[in-house]
Structure formats: structure tokens, C-alpha cells
């Protein structure tokens, strides 16, 4: 990196840049204000990360569960720069079109797992839950259901962090500090063996989460409902997959009390659980779905909002009593993000990388299994295909959870990146989580699989070294 000076910047020099003037996202502030970041990344290729220093790291997360393709993929740069080149920006207000984002509408409403009418193009998967919200309330004023409105998402679930997503979200930390949720956010039971499901078979486990669904739409009133939305896997949560016969109980329920079912894909679509969307994996049926990460492997930010012909005749219909659909953003349908999702697309088709997630994606499960399935601190190892998690207790009979102030999770990541892995601990639960790029080694697996079992060792022994355990 050049300053304007024409000095180059080592990695000491760009951290305390970074220090100084850098205002992190889902960071200890005051701590990042002392200390700076841990590392400076400067370059990426396959599942490596390379940092100022020089040294490599595994990237077990994929970014944000979202670089898909992996680092470097010139394929994706050149669309990017060929667009740029040749029209750089184009808006989507009152009509106006581009070629990139028409081609990219039909192929996603081709690829969809259920029938959908049309896509709406923002940002982010924070934006584009926060549009389906004024979607369904939107749908609902159409119809002349004014109360219909409230919304329901589940515990644990990550929906995002906009003032209506981060509601949605059904993690206490991102509440705090922020007056959230508003008013008209309701949260069902999550889909948890190891906590809510203790002991229950699968059939029990359903009964039980569809009976408190069942339960919280009658003391709310179904009349005032609008919506329900889910990931078909829940990821920051903690990697949460429902059990058998989950989304087959609850959807009867939505359809009783003709509430729409939204599906958070912005995790688990375009390849993450072995399929192109996690919705055919757990036979959802949803009304609406939520694309982003890896509709471009982070590329570009890009997301989409899917809706069937249902919820699109009705928003059609608003406009005779609205008038114009108010809503939108100045870079919904861009047209370098449009042509990074196409090439995006194209790889994964080409290189048969939905496929490729599957298969590497059950080695990484029977990776996880074999190193801490048997770790004294480990209460839970879990997944599918290229995507798991292990989470940590102080007891595994009870369970017992461990003293959140003692930080384990955080420990254990901080303990495998001093080993060269990238990993992440998930907020409110000692798990930490694993969503590497569709491209990684079988090696590479290994690695970042051993790095954390000795992490965790190392932890292990820090706490029953401190009388802890």
C-alpha cells in the first residue's frame, strides 16, 4: 500500500491506521481503540488468506460464510472490471433497466426451489430482510388487513442488523444498547437439541416447537400476523439444523392462519448445505426468500428478494391504491453486482462446486466428529455437508453452559489463529462455527480441524490449570 507520500505501509503501520481511525463492526471497541487488530490481510487465494506479514491462514469461515468460490477467482474480477468498463452504474427507478440485472432476474427465478414471480435487488441481507418486512406489510394493506403486521422469527435465529433485521434476529447481544426489538417482532422457540430438545426423540422435539408456534400465534392473534421467517439452517445462531419433519409441521400451521413464510437463504443459498438452496434440503415451501453472500461469493454486495406470484399480483394490485411502489435504493439492480452474481453463478455451475460442498462437505463433518466428539468441554458437534459447528460446555451430562465471562469460545478461536486457521465464535453460546470456501483441500480440512482441537486443549488445560473445571 502507497500513501500519498509514496511511502509503503508495513503491516505495523497499517494496524495502527487501522487502530486509530477504523470503526469495526461486532467488536469489543474500547479493546480494538488499545490494541489494533489482530492481523492485516492483504490478499487471498482459494481458502488462504495471506496477512502484511506474509503468513497464510485457513479461512474456515468462508469470510462471513460467504466467499463460496474462494479467493482470487480472476473469472469473477474480470466480469467486474468488463462491467465497470462498460456501464459502471445504472438505477432501477420508475422503470429504468439494465442488461445485467434483467439476464440475473431470470436465471434466479429460473434456479428457485419453488415457484417465484420476481426478484428485488439491494445491498445486503440486512436490507433485504428489512424490504420483505415492508413487503408483507405492504401485501397486507393491499388486502385491507391493517393489523395484520406483527412478525415472527425464531430465537437464535440471524436476520440481520438494520433496525426491523436486527430485531428479526433473535440474539439478546444484538439487541442490547439498541432499543431492539421493536414492538411488532415476536420470537418462537428455536430448533435446539442440545437445550430446548434434551432427550426428545425427533417426532417429540417437532411436536414440542410446533405446539409453542401453535401456542404464541393464539396469544398474539393470528389477525395480527404477517409473516414468518426462517433459515432454513440457522447459521450465527450457532449452526442450528431443525429435526425431521420440522418444516413439514410448521407450515401447515403458517397456511392455516394465512401467514407468509419467508426463507432466510441469505446462508445456505447457492450451495452451502449440498444443494443450490437450503430450502429444497428442508422441504421449505417458502412465499418469499432472501438471497445475498454467496449470490456473488462477496464479490460485490449484492442481495435479492424473491416473491411468488401469490405476494407479486397483490403488490401489483397496491398500486391503484398507493400509486407508485415507494420503496427501493439507489443501488438496488447494479449492474457490477448483477454481473459479479452471473460469473459467480457460472462457476459454480461449471466447476460443480454445489456438489463439490457436499462432498467435501462430508468430510469435514466426519473431521469434526472424530477430533471432539469425545473433547471433555464438548456438548455438541453438529452440521451438514460444508457447514458445522462444535459448542463447548462445562458439563456435557447436564448439559451445563460455561460462565460466559470466561470467554471460551473466543479463547479457542483466538488459540487456532495463533495456529494460522480463521475461525469465528458464535455471539451468545461457547460455539464456535466452520463454513469454509466450496474449494477447499481436503488438507487444508485437516488443518484447520487439528488447529482447533489443539485450540481447544489449550483451553481446556488454561481452565482446569485456573481450578475452573
Known amino acids: 500500500m502507497l500513501t500519498n507520500g509514496g511511502h509503503r505501509l508495513d503491516g505495523g503501520e497499517l494496524a495502527e491506521l487501522d487502530r486509530r481511525f477504523a470503526f469495526h463492526p461486532f467488536t469489543a471497541l474500547a479493546d480494538h481503540e488499545r490494541n489494533g487488530p489482530p492481523m492485516v490481510v492483504t490478499g487471498g487465494k482459494?481458502?488462504?488468506?495471506?496477512?502484511?506479514?506474509?503468513?497464510?491462514?485457513?479461512?474456515?469461515?468462508?469470510?462471513?460464510?460467504?466467499?463460496?468460490?474462494?479467493?482470487?477467482?480472476?473469472?469473477?474480477?474480470?466480469?467486474?472490471?468488463?462491467q465497470a468498463r462498460t456501464l459502471s452504474y445504472c438505477h432501477a427507478f420508475s422503470s429504468m433497466a439494465s442488461d445485467k440485472p434483467a439476464m440475473l432476474s431470470a436465471r434466479l427465478i429460473e434456479m428457485a426451489p419453488v415457484p417465484m414471480s420476481k426478484v428485488f435487488f439491494g445491498n445486503s441481507g440486512s436490507?433485504?430482510?428489512?424490504?420483505?418486512?415492508?413487503?408483507?406489510?405492504?401485501?397486507?394493506?393491499?388486502?385491507?388487513?391493517?393489523?395484520?403486521?406483527?412478525?415472527?422469527?425464531?430465537?437464535?435465529?440471524?436476520?440481520?442488523?438494520?433496525?426491523?433485521?436486527?430485531?428479526?434476529?433473535?440474539?439478546?447481544?444484538?439487541?442490547?444498547?439498541?432499543?431492539?426489538?421493536?414492538?411488532?417482532?415476536?420470537?418462537?422457540?428455536?430448533?435446539?437439541?442440545?437445550?430446548?430438545?434434551?432427550?426428545?426423540?425427533?417426532?417429540?422435539?417437532?411436536?414440542?416447537?410446533?405446539?409453542d408456534l401453535e401456542a404464541l400465534i393464539a396469544r398474539e392473534g393470528a389477525d395480527t400476523i404477517a409473516a414468518f421467517i426462517a433459515e432454513p439452517v440457522q447459521g450465527a445462531g450457532g449452526v442450528i439444523a431443525p429435526p425431521e419433519g420440522y418444516f413439514a409441521a410448521i407450515q401447515p400451521i403458517l397456511e392455516k392462519h394465512d401467514i407468509l413464510l419467508i426463507a432466510d437463504e441469505v446462508i445456505c443459498g447457492f450451495g452451502r448445505l449440498g444443494q443450490m438452496?437450503?430450502?429444497?434440503?428442508?422441504?421449505?415451501?417458502?412465499?418469499?426468500?432472501?438471497?445475498?453472500?454467496?449470490?456473488?461469493s462477496a464479490y460485490f454486495p449484492l442481495s435479492g428478494c424473491m416473491v411468488s406470484e401469490k405476494v407479486w399480483r397483490v403488490l401489483a394490485e397496491g398500486g391503484s391504491k398507493f400509486g407508485p411502489f415507494g420503496h427501493g435504493y439507489t443501488y438496488s439492480s447494479h449492474p457490477i453486482g448483477a454481473a459479479a452474481a452471473l460469473a459467480n453463478l457460472d462457476l459454480l455451475e461449471s466447476d460443480a462446486l454445489v456438489a463439490r460442498a457436499g462432498?467435501?462437505?462430508?468430510?469435514?463433518?466426519?473431521?469434526?466428529?472424530?477430533?471432539?466428539?469425545?473433547?471433555?468441554?464438548?456438548?455438541?458437534?453438529?452440521?451438514?455437508?460444508?457447514?458445522?459447528?462444535?459448542?463447548?460446555?462445562?458439563?456435557?451430562?447436564?448439559?451445563?453452559?460455561?460462565?460466559?465471562?470466561?470467554?471460551?469460545?473466543?479463547?479457542?478461536?483466538?488459540?487456532?489463529?495463533?495456529?494460522?486457521?480463521?475461525?469465528?465464535?458464535?455471539?451468545?453460546?461457547?460455539?464456535?462455527?466452520?463454513?469454509?470456501?466450496f474449494v477447499i483441500e481436503r488438507a487444508e480440512i485437516d488443518r484447520a480441524v487439528e488447529a482447533f482441537r489443539d485450540a481447544a486443549d489449550q483451553v481446556w488445560g488454561e481452565l482446569k490449570r485456573d481450578g475452573l473445571v
Open 359 to 437: 462432498e467435501v462437505g462430508a468430510y469435514m463433518q466426519e473431521r469434526l466428529r472424530a477430533a471432539f466428539g469425545d473433547h471433555p468441554m464438548v456438548g455438541e458437534v453438529r452440521g451438514q455437508a460444508l457447514i458445522g459447528a462444535v459448542e463447548f460446555v462445562a458439563d456435557r451430562a447436564g448439559p451445563a453452559a460455561f460462565d460466559p465471562a470466561l470467554k471460551v469460545a473466543p479463547r479457542v478461536v483466538k488459540a487456532a489463529l495463533d495456529r494460522g486457521v480463521i475461525g469465528r465464535a458464535l455471539p451468545s453460546a461457547d460455539s464456535i462455527a466452520f463454513s469454509p470456501p
Open 127 to 211: 436490507d433485504a430482510n428489512d424490504t420483505q418486512v415492508k413487503l408483507a406489510w405492504y401485501y397486507n394493506n393491499v388486502l385491507g388487513r391493517p393489523a395484520k403486521k406483527k412478525i415472527i422469527a425464531r430465537e437464535r435465529g440471524y436476520h440481520g442488523v438494520t433496525i426491523v433485521s436486527g430485531g428479526l434476529t433473535g440474539l439478546p447481544g444484538l439487541h442490547a444498547g439498541f432499543d431492539l426489538p421493536l414492538p411488532f417482532i415476536r420470537h418462537a422457540m428455536a430448533p435446539r437439541r442440545l437445550w430446548e430438545g434434551h432427550g426428545l426423540s425427533d417426532a417429540e422435539f417437532v411436536a414440542k416447537l410446533a405446539d
Open 277 to 296: 438452496f437450503g430450502s429444497s434440503v428442508m422441504g421449505m415451501k417458502p412465499d418469499m426468500m432472501t438471497v445475498a453472500k454467496g449470490l456473488t
Open 46 to 82: 482459494g481458502a488462504i488468506l495471506t496477512d502484511a506479514a506474509g503468513r497464510d491462514y485457513v479461512d474456515a469461515m468462508a469470510g462471513l460464510w460467504c466467499v463460496n468460490v474462494g479467493y482470487g477467482r480472476t473469472e469473477i474480477a474480470d466480469a467486474i472490471a468488463d
